[in-house]
C-alpha cells in the first residue's frame, strides 16, 4: 500500500465528492493519508476527517500564506487540536516568500517559530513548507534542535538537503518531480538515501504527469513512487514498501 504523506482533503475542491473520494482511497491501494491543516478551521477539519476515516491522520498549524490574521490565541487552539490521538504532527507550517501579497516576512518567522516551540514542548514532528526561504527556514530549524521533522515538496539544493539530513530530518517530494522542468529535485532524490525520504501529493495542487491539469488526489500518489523508482533504479514494490515504512515511523502510526 502507499502512503500520501500532504493531502488536503479539507480544501474546497473536494467539496463536491470528499466522501467518495477519500472512501475509495484504500481500493486504490492507498493505505494511508496525512492531512495538514493550514488555518486553525482547516486544521480542526483535519482532525474531523483522521476521526471519520480509519486510514487518514491530521496535522495541524498555520500555513505561512495564511498567517496574516495571527494572534496567540490561534496557538492555543492548535495546541488543543494536537492532543488528538490521531493529530500526528505539526503542520502545514513553514515561509513563504514567493508571493508579494504573502503576510509580512517578520510574521511569518513569529508565527514559525511559535509553532517550533510548540512541537518541542508537545514532541511532535513538524511538516515545514519553504517556499524561496530556503535560508531563514534552515536558521529557524536550527534554533530549536530538539525538533526534527519533514521538508515537504523540497525544493532545496543538494547541500541544503544534506544539511537536513545530517540534522535528522525527512524530505518528501510530490508531482512536481514529474514536470519537465524538474532539475533540482531529481538530483536530490539520486543523492539521499531511502530511508529519508516520503511520498506525498499536496492534493488538490501539483498533479503529476500524465495527468497534470486535473484535479489531485491520492489515487496518483504511485505515479510520484514510480519516478523515484526510476531515478534511483528500484522497482516500484520497493519504493512503495520503504516509503510506507518510513512513513509510518516518522509519523508514529503502528
Ligand atoms: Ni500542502
Redesign the pocket.
Known amino acids: 500500500m502507499l502512503f500520501d504523506t500532504?493531502?488536503?482533503y479539507d480544501d474546497e475542491a473536494f467539496d463536491a465528492d470528499r466522501d467518495a473520494v477519500l472512501s475509495a482511497m484504500p481500493e486504490r491501494n492507498v493505505g494511508l493519508i496525512v492531512n495538514?491543516g493550514?488555518t486553525v478551521e482547516s486544521s480542526a477539519a483535519a482532525v474531523a476527517l483522521a476521526e471519520r476515516y480509519p486510514h487518514v491522520y491530521a496535522a495541524v498549524g498555520i500555513?505561512p500564506e495564511n498567517c496574516g490574521d495571527f494572534v496567540p490565541e490561534h496557538m492555543d487552539a492548535i495546541r488543543a487540536l494536537a492532543a488528538h490521538p490521531k493529530a500526528v504532527a505539526i503542520?502545514?507550517i513553514g515561509l513563504d516568500y514567493y508571493w508579494p501579497e504573502n503576510p509580512p516576512k517578520e510574521l511569518q518567522q513569529e508565527v514559525l517559530r511559535r509553532h517550533m516551540a510548540l512541537a518541542e514542548e508537545l514532541k511532535l514532528p513538524v511538516?515545514i513548507?519553504d517556499r524561496e526561504a530556503h535560508a531563514d527556514s534552515l536558521a529557524i530549524a536550527a534554533e530549536f534542535p530538539a525538533v526534527t521533522g519533514v521538508f515537504?515538496?523540497f525544493s532545496g539544493s543538494v547541500e541544503m538537503a544534506r544539511e537536513l539530513l545530517k540534522r535528522g530530518w525527512m524530505l518528501s517530494f510530490n508531482g512536481a518531480i514529474t514536470f519537465k522542468n524538474a532539475r533540482k529535485a531529481p538530483e536530490v532524490i539520486a543523492e539521499i538515501p531511502m530511508d529519508r525520504l516520503m511520498i506525498?501529493t499536496?492534493s488538490p495542487?501539483l498533479t503529476p504527469v500524465p495527468c497534470r491539469g486535473r484535479r489531485n488526489d491520492s489515487g496518483y500518489v504511485h505515479l510520484v513512487a514510480e519516478k523515484i523508482a526510476q531515478i534511483k533504479g528500484l522497482s516500484l514494490d520497493e519504493v512503495e514498501r520503504i516509503t510506507w515504512e518510513n512513513g509510518r515511523r516518522f509519523f508514529g502510526i503502528d
Do not use: K, N, R, S
Open positions: 500532504h493531502a488536503h495538514p493550514c500555513h503542520g502545514e511538516i513548507h515537504h515538496c506525498e499536496d495542487y
